[in-house]
Structure formats: C-alpha cells, structure tokens
C-alpha cells in the first residue's frame, strides 16, 4: 500500500550504459515529479508531469528521458550514463489542481555510475 | 526563476534548545512553503506547511511563522530532541508552472 513507489531501490552501473527508473503513486494524483539529490544533499528538480503532459523541464541534460505512459507512472530513462550522474534519483507526486498540496516522496533509487 | 536560500547550513543545539531555521524567496507569487524533515538514508518528509494568507501555523513543538512582505519564512522547534537530528529543506511552490523548490537544506544536529 506504499503511496509512491520506485525502482530499483539500488543501481550500480558502469559509464556508457543506459538505464530506466521506474516510479508508479496509487495516490491518484495529477502530478509528478522527479528529483536529483547530489552528494551535498540538494534536491533538485529535473521534470515535472501533470496528467502525462510535461510541465517542467528544467536544464536537464537530453541523455535523461522521462516518461509518462499514464497519471499514475512517471519513468526516467537515462542514455549513456556518465559518472556524474552518481545520485540518489527521488520520484515525487502531489495534486495540483487542489493547489498547493504536500510532495509525496517515493524511497529514492541510490545510482551509482562506476 | 524562483530562488530559495536557506541558513544557515549547518545548527548544533542542545537537547531541549530551540531552534530556528530561516529561509527566504524571491517569486512574491509563490503561495505555499512547506517544510521537509529528511532522516539519513530515508525520503523528505512533510513536517510543516504554511499558505501565503496566514502568518503562523503550529504543530506540537514545531511552528512555521510567514513574513511576505520580506519574502521569508522560519520554522521553530522547541525541546529539540536527538531524534530531530536530521536534513531540513525549505521549499516554496509557485502555482503558475506547477513546480515545488527546495532550498539548500539544513543539517540539523542535537547533542544530547
């Protein structure tokens, strides 16, 4: 019954491969969120969905492709990996057309690019 | 873009010292200002939020206070507790683009 999940929960990969993160919230909310948190702890926002349509791309790299094949899935799927993309990766949802409600954290996928 | 700051970036209290965490935003449309306690190795959590038509909201020993004139807002945690050592983020939402950011963090620590 966990409200936002993602995987995997761990990801050791080598530089060059390509690699997906899954995230799914059975909250029914309409929007999505992913976020990247570095070694220094800052959460950044990388793309935001709402109803499957992209609202936020921030200046994200294009090897990172996100997608939302409906309301309740927002995947991310990362080309080429390079050893900077080492980060803990966190999917988020909330309802926006309720305005201004509470970000609902999935556990975090902890990538790590050797 | 909206700009948050949090300071300062690191707090050691006392246990059963307040204490006080500031944060301040640049976008005067942003309208809600939640704050997010994350424990080593888990998830943000929501602990407080506040909304741009109220000025103080209090939870137990945790109170969130809006300044929107000055753009900045604190959260206040009186009797800390070894279990309020943690990473907190400041976050402000601007309504116009959908999007929720997060200051820097705090690493809050109480020494018992």
């Known amino acids: 019954d966990t409200a936002v999940s993602q995987t995997p929960k761990y990801l050791v990969t080598q530089m060059g491969n390509d690699k997906s993160i899954k995230c799914e919230q059975n909250?029914?909310?309409?929007?999505m969120y992913w976020y990247k948190q570095d070694s220094k702890k800052f959460l950044k926002i990388m793309f935001s969905y709402n109803n499957k349509e992209l609202i936020i791309n921030e200046t994200v790299p294009n090897r990172f492709s996100p997608k939302s094949p409906d309301k309740a899935h927002l995947n991310l799927h990362i080309n080429s990996l390079e050893l900077g993309d080492s980060a803990v990766y966190f999917c988020?949802?909330?309802?926006?057309?309720?305005?201004?409600?509470?970000?609902?954290f999935g556990q975090g996928t902890r990538l790590t690019v050797v | 873009g909206e700009n948050v700051e949090q300071h300062p970036s690191t707090l050691s209290v006392q246990e059963g010292d307040s204490a006080v965490i500031k944060c301040t935003y640049s976008d005067s449309a942003s309208n809600y200002f939640p704050w997010y306690k994350q424990e080593l190795g888990k998830r943000p959590q929501l602990i407080i939020d506040i909304r741009s038509n109220v000025g103080e909201k209090k939870d137990q020993r945790i109170a969130v206070t809006l300044n929107k004139t000055a753009k900045h807002f604190s959260l206040h945690i009186t009797e800390t507790q070894p279990e309020d050592s943690a990473v907190y983020f400041c976050?402000?939402?601007?309504?116009?683009?959908?999007?929720?950011?997060f200051g820097k963090g705090i690493t809050l620590s109480v020494r018992p």
């Open positions: 988020a949802s909330s309802q926006e057309s309720k305005g201004n409600t509470e970000a609902f």
């Open positions: 976050a402000v939402h601007t309504g116009a683009n959908s999007k929720l950011t």
């Open positions: 909250l029914g909310h309409d929007t």
